[in-house]
């Protein structure tokens, strides 16, 4: 596999700009010759399909959900980071790069994430002139806030719906485009497959939902939007719908998928009930700027905590271990993702867990109210606590929330280069479905920004680059009566064909949820070698079991959502072996990715001197200074790892401490 | 504990449907709505009985999918929540609950409890946005917005497009959402230059998408689960009002 | 799409119209209760006002412009009723088993069925009041009365005597005092919709046109139900009496043949 991530000469602050000069374009007449299939309809999706669609290409825009409206974008809370320094607090272009370079922990691209920290100010003009309603202060201006531990206030939001507003806003402008006819839109439909034509991305396959219709459709180019893979686990925050085959299914094809490993954990979700939960609900990281986290200091209070006998306003002040501000001094509350991700878990395995199954710690607002008020309180986060309410019952200005941390991002997803462009040539992947910005572990606020950048402001440039490379000549010349959508459409066939033969026990669901299980106990927030072989044998059983066992109800002509899960489900089995695989591999902690054979002790240098704490994430910058990008082989063939080495030019690698 | 449910079975569009009773043994009262649905699925899935189809996706509220009248109210009792936010407790053992999908002519039933909205994405797509090319925009503090006029906008634009105000209302009117997305656009200053042309072809699509007509019910604003009030409906009459008279004397001149 | 879609005449302009004449008419009503209530102060007013209406300046074109925007308002208001219930029923086919509601008003529900009562209702008030046909033929039964208009003594026709004679049948007194309960009904919605339909209401003054939409009807109610009331408790019944005994032993005249 050969991964050229051609990123362009020239100095950092230069290289975005050079190379939009140098690419190659599409002149405005010959445009409409090209058919640009877009798959998926979220920020990314929805915004690169609007875009180019007004540039003047014939796109057609896939998804599974009824709407556009409703990819999983819209469920983002907290906000978007810009450089725009409204605040006069220090901020610019350099230090998003710069934040964001060392937030990922060293293991993304640093011109990719220059160009991030670029035209991310020209994102939050295009959403405002589009009609976002982001917060404004009383003299008309925007507010921001700091988020996630940023030390400067860069965090644009529209109360706790961020995400909403600025898929709405994305999808306005889609919406115009769909109007004008300019793009066509297909919901309710699933891509299973995709064509390749001489080595080149030209088509997919999709199935209509609804009728259960195999289609085939042909186009100069595709794009790939389809979002994370954080289902794998079967409880996170992501919709039910999210799913991996997109990206698996190129993967299958030969697109390279890198650091599958790289999961982020998200510290403020509403801890588990019970078995019969089907999804976790995350509540806004902002929360933790005037929350305060704590887990009783006594594994005794904790039990009667557990089991009803105390209330969490019985444990006095100097029994509650603020333990953030206390290990974290200088960031608090407010210390990165991970880290707060792994300082609740290792509360709860102390046995200092509340909630009802032990996989809880209390977030605070008593001394918040107490300084701001109730009504600034319910001003900054009511919908947030109505929202906790109506799911636990607890009325959170009386009682402390309970929080866990959930799978929630994904930062690994398809390799791409600096065009975005996967090494199968004419394949785009844009957004979450990528792997290239936010390296190990991603900053609060930053994925909207991705999104919107990569679907606004990266692929329109480089998409053209693409086509005027292959020349007019090329445009619309594969059509879907090529052999290549035989094949694949037979495949698509035969694998419902299989499901539905089966004819077995169990339900698609009750796979995923075991498979969720497995991930989630092996490969969860800490990981380590012989548990991580163990799950990949586990998997390979589970998936074993699943192909003899499956029952699909209903038919393949019909709305059947059964079907649609088996097929979710069947990528799921695989790719989670891949991830696994993947966790093994990387034998060193970063980000999102913690081994616990790899973590700081008490021995090491940067603990004695102060910089970090015991049980940090240890990174290995020496051997694993690189994304892995795994190649698909076989079936039940090991995948082969190849790797992209990452050179930092700018930022210097540093051990990334949060005390 | 333990529920007798009663739901709407529908094979698809062209067939008619008719309500089909299960019980339910073990639900927990911390379990949502649709995880009682999971659970009673499974539980069919395990007999061989074809599950009920239903639309959901984020199950925090937000994406709009979720789609259920249930006992006779859309999204159910709850105020302000949508179904997938609401939870077991709100219902006692032994209670029958009945689950129908959103019933309007703009709204066909696809399967069971599943329904086509794209009437809606029609309203949108005839004018629900500010034309904004990508690239063009100004600065994006060089139009002040005062503080009441963007929570206003906000609050309108909190919608979630479930279509639970066409659901309730009576006439099946979809004014709720109409003038919740127009009176967002409208209400900024970027939305200014389209605003009688966006309020004009907005209702002209409502109305070709078969919606029933407005008659100040007030039941949508009911059971929004975002609690988007009637002001706005109120103030797209406005709109349209000024908009047709302007239009005219354009025309006139 | 079908023809009649295509040529449907727009959802909100159909709201302004049911507005607009709904305005026109309770302007009406306003006043008629008004006239009306001159019924208390004695005959001789009442029949100088009846009198009035009919010899309005530029009569009878006036009056006729007048009966005929009245007319207008009401097809106006008619017309779109039944176009919007058409559509809405169309537009919600089926209902929900255990149907609820949370908030819509019963008055609110029940709009088309009061209107189409209201509407029989007013044909039957004409063929019985303006022009004096149904039950009885007035015209036949009732005199003429003295008035004096511009102190020049008048003989016109006796609207006092129509009146008492009119109500003092209980089952049409029932009647109209029930039409009036459901017009107040029809007039606590539809009053504060008025507002609404044209734009001018929102969350704060909603409750408040809420109540005195309420008021409103309950003042129509009082105000035009007072009138069969105090018959059937027996005003005007000696007026009547007087008069019919007094005709009785008058020499026949022949009748007027027309007002």
């Known amino acids: 596999m050969e991964l050229n991530s051609n990123i362009p000469e020239g100095p950092m602050a230069q290289k975005w700009s050079t190379h939009k000069t140098k690419i190659k374009l599409v002149n405005p007449a010959n445009r409409r010759k090209y058919h640009v299939i877009v798959v998926g309809s979220g920020l990314a999706g929805a915004s690169a399909a609007a875009s180019l669609a007004e540039m003047g290409y014939q796109v057609s825009c896939f998804c599974y959900q009824d709407s556009p409206r409703r990819a999983h974008s819209i469920a983002a809370q907290g906000g978007i980071n810009a450089a725009k320094n409204y605040q006069n607090d220090g901020d610019s272009v350099h230090r998003l790069f710069y934040d964001t370079v060392k937030g990922g922990d060293f293991r993304s691209r640093e011109a990719n994430v220059h160009r991030l920290a670029e035209v991310s100010v020209n994102i939050i003009d295009q959403m405002v002139a589009q009609g976002v309603p982001f917060a404004r202060e009383y003299g008309g201006l925007l507010d921001n806030r700091s988020f996630g531990g940023a030390q400067v206030s860069r965090t644009f939001y529209a109360r706790g719906q961020t995400g909403q507003q600025l898929l709405l806003g994305a999808y306005q402008q889609l919406s115009k485009q769909i109007g004008l006819g300019a793009v066509k839109m297909y919901n309710r439909h699933e891509m299973l497959e995709l064509v390749l034509v001489n080595g080149h991305a030209k088509g997919i396959i999709t199935r209509n939902l609804v009728t259960g219709k195999i289609e085939r459709w042909a186009g100069d180019t595709v794009v790939l939007a389809t979002g994370g893979y954080g289902n794998v686990f079967f409880l996170s925050t992501n919709a039910q719908g999210c799913n991996v085959t997109a990206a698996y299914r190129a993967y299958k094809k030969g697109a390279g998928f890198a650091n599958p490993c790289y999961t982020q954990i998200h510290p403020t979700c509403i801890p588990v009930h019970g078995e019969q939960q089907s999804k976790l609900t995350l509540m806004s990281e902002s929360l933790r700027n005037d929350g305060r986290i704590w887990a009783p200091k006594s594994k005794e209070a904790a039990a009667k905590l557990r089991k009803g006998e105390l209330k969490a306003s019985d444990i006095a002040e100097e029994d509650r271990d603020y333990y953030l501000e206390r290990k974290y001094p200088s960031f608090g509350n407010l210390a990165p993702r991970d880290i707060s991700s792994r300082a609740a878990k290792e509360a709860c395995d102390e046995g200092r867990g509340v909630a009802s199954t032990g996989l809880g710690v209390f977030l605070d607002f008593r001394d918040a109210i107490k300084r701001l008020g109730k009504d600034v309180i319910a001003e900054r986060y009511g919908n947030l606590f109505d929202m906790y309410q109506c799911i636990t019952g607890d009325n959170p200005y009386e009682t402390p929330m309970m929080i866990y941390p959930a799978v929630h991002y994904t930062m690994g997803g398809l390799w791409v280069d600096y065009n975005l462009e996967s090494n199968i040539p004419g394949l785009f992947v844009a957004g979450e479905a990528n792997f290239s910005d936010h390296g190990a572990n991603r900053l609060g606020a930053s994925a909207l920004m991705q999104g919107l950048a990569d679907g606004y402001f990266v692929l329109p440039y480089t998409l053209g680059n693409y086509l005027g490379e292959e020349g007019i000549a090329s445009a619309g010349k594969i059509k879907s009566d090529h052999p290549a959508f035989d094949a694949a459409e037979k495949a698509v066939r035969d694998r419902i064909d299989k499901f539905l033969s089966i004819k077995g026990d169990e339900s698609p669901r009750s796979f995923h949820q075991r498979l969720g299980k497995i991930m989630w106990d092996k490969c969860g927030m800490a990981r380590e070698k012989s548990e991580l072989q163990q799950a990949i044998k586990d998997i390979q059983a589970l998936r074993k079991e699943f192909w003899s066992r499956v029952r699909v109800l209903g038919e393949g002509t019909e709305l059947n959502q059964e079907l649609e899960r088996a097929g979710r489900v069947a990528d799921f089995l695989e790719f989670g072996e891949l991830l696994c695989r993947d966790a093994l591999m990387r034998e060193e902690s970063c980000g999102g990715h913690f081994r616990v054979e790899h973590q700081s002790m008490s021995e090491d240098e940067d603990v004695k001197s102060g910089l970090v704490s015991e049980g940090e994430a240890k990174r290995d910058d020496e051997h694993f200074a690189f994304a892995g990008v795994w190649e698909y082989q076989g079936d039940d063939v090991e995948p082969k790892l190849n790797k992209e080495l990452l050179t930092y030019e700018v930022v210097h690698m540093a051990t990334r401490s949060y005390k | 504990m333990h529920l007798h449910l009663k739901i709407w079975r529908q094979k698809n569009g062209d067939q008619p449907g008719k309500f089909v009773s299960y019980e339910l043994p073990e639900v927990d009262e911390g379990s949502s709505f649709l995880e009682m649905l999971d659970i009673m699925n499974e539980q069919m899935v395990s007999k061989g009985e074809e599950p009920v189809a239903f639309d959901h996706d984020c199950r925090e509220g937000i994406c709009g999918m979720c789609s259920l009248v249930i006992n006779g109210e859309a999204h159910g009792p709850q105020r302000a929540t949508t179904a997938c936010q609401l939870h077991m407790r709100h219902f006692k053992d032994g209670d029958t609950i009945t689950i129908e999908p959103w019933r309007a002519k703009a709204f066909p039933v696809v399967k069971d409890l599943v329904v086509d909205r794209t009437a809606f994405d029609k309203v949108i797509q005839a004018g629900g946005f500010i034309t904004a090319r990508t690239g063009s925009a100004q600065d994006a503090n060089e139009v002040p917005i005062p503080k009441p006029v963007a929570d206003k906008a906000m609050d309108a634009a909190a919608c979630i497009g479930c279509g639970a105000c066409v659901a309730a209302c009576p006439n099946g009117s979809a004014m709720l959402f109409t003038s919740a997305k127009a009176g967002h656009l409208n209400l900024l200053p970027q939305g200014k230059a389209e605003k009688d042309e966006r309020t004009l072809k907005m209702v002209e699509a409502m109305d070709k998408a078969g919606f029933g007509n407005c008659t100040n019910y007030g039941e949508c604003q009911a059971v929004c689960p975002k609690e988007i009030t009637l002001d706005f409906i109120a103030k797209m009459n406005r709109d349209y009002a000024t908009a047709r008279v302007r239009k005219f004397f354009s025309k006139a001149c | ?259």
């Not at chain 3, 606590?188 to 009807?217: D, Y």
Request: hydrophobic content about 50%; aromatic content about 12%; some cysteine.
């Open chain 3, 1 to 259: 799409m079908s023809a009649t879609e295509s040529c449907r005449i727009p959802s909100l302009v159909k709201k302004y119209l049911m507005a607009i004449s709904g305005l026109v008419l309770v302007l009406f009503i306003v006043g008629h209760m008004l006239g009306n209530l001159q019924f208390f102060i004695g005959p001789e007013v009442i029949n100088a006002y009846a009198f009035h209406l009919h010899h309005l300046p530029g009569a009878p074109v006036s009056l006729w412009l007048i009966r005929s925007s009245l007319l207008g308002a009401l097809v106006v208001h008619v017309w779109m009723a039944i176009l919007l219930t058409k559509e809405n029923r169309a537009a919600r086919p089926e209902d929900y088993l255990g149907q609820k509601t949370r908030v819509a008003t019963y008055a609110a529900r029940t709009m088309p069925v009061t209107g189409v009562l209201i509407l029989a209702f007013v044909v039957f008030h004409i063929l019985q009041y303006t022009t004096r046909v149904v039950p009885v033929d007035y015209n036949q039964t009732i005199g003429q009365s003295a008035i004096e208009v511009g102190h020049v003594e008048l003989e016109y026709f006796d609207v006092f005597a129509m009146m008492v004679s009119g109500f003092s049948s209980p089952l049409i007194s029932f009647f109209y005092i029930v039409t009036m309960g459901l017009l107040c009904m029809h007039l606590s919605h539809g009053v504060a919709s008025m507002f609404q339909s044209v734009g001018l209401r929102n969350e704060s003054w909603r409750p408040k046109l809420k109540c005195a939409a309420a008021i409103f009807g309950w003042v129509i109610f009082l105000g035009f139900a007072s009138i069969p009331a105090s018959v059937l408790a027996g005003y005007g019944e000696p007026y009547l009496s007087a008069k019919e005994t007094a005709w009785a032993n008058a020499p026949v005249t022949p009748p007027p043949s027309s007002h």
